[in-house]
Nanobody, 115 residues
Framework: QVQLVESGGGLVQPGGSLRLSCAASGSIFSINYMGWYRQAPGKERELVALITDGGVTNYADSVKGRFTISRDNPRNTVYLRMNSLKSEDTAVYYC?????????WGQGTQVTVSS
C-alpha cells in the first residue's frame, strides 16, 4: 500500500507563489506516475499536472506557463510550484499516485488565492 502526505497549502495574494509537496511511502515500486488534482467548491475534481517516473509531464491548459511539476526520486516526493496565482486557482489540491494496481489519493491541502 502507498501512503501520500501533502504539505504547502495556504493563503496567498493574487500574483503570489506557493509550492506544494507530496511525499510517498510504502509500496512505491507500484507507482508509475504522480500528480495533482484540484477541486473548487461546487465543481468537479480536475487534473492540474502529472509527471511520470520517466519525467514526462502533462498540464491542464489553465495552468500551463504558471505551474511546474517536478519530482525528487530519492525522496519519493513530487512538487508543484505555482506562480502567478489567480483567484480561480482557489481549491483543495489533492496529490495522486497511480500505477499497476495502484490508485491513491492524498488527504488534500487547501490553497486560497485572495487579497
Amino acid at each position: 500500500q502507498v501512503q501520500l502526505v501533502e504539505s504547502g497549502g495556504g493563503l496567498v495574494q493574487p500574483g503570489g507563489s506557493l509550492r506544494l509537496s507530496c511525499a510517498a511511502s510504502g509500496s512505491i515500486f507500484s507507482i508509475n506516475y504522480m500528480g495533482w488534482y484540484r477541486q473548487a467548491p461546487g465543481k468537479e475534481r480536475e487534473l492540474v499536472a502529472l509527471i511520470t517516473d520517466g519525467g514526462v509531464t502533462n498540464y491542464a491548459d489553465s495552468v500551463k506557463g504558471r505551474f511546474t511539476i517536478s519530482r525528487d526520486n530519492p525522496r519519493n516526493t513530487v512538487y508543484l510550484r505555482m506562480n502567478s496565482l489567480k483567484s480561480e486557482d482557489t481549491a483543495v489540491y489533492y496529490c495522486y499516485a497511480g500505477g499497476v494496481g495502484t490508485s491513491i489519493w492524498g488527504q488534500g491541502t487547501q490553497v486560497t488565492v485572495s487579497s
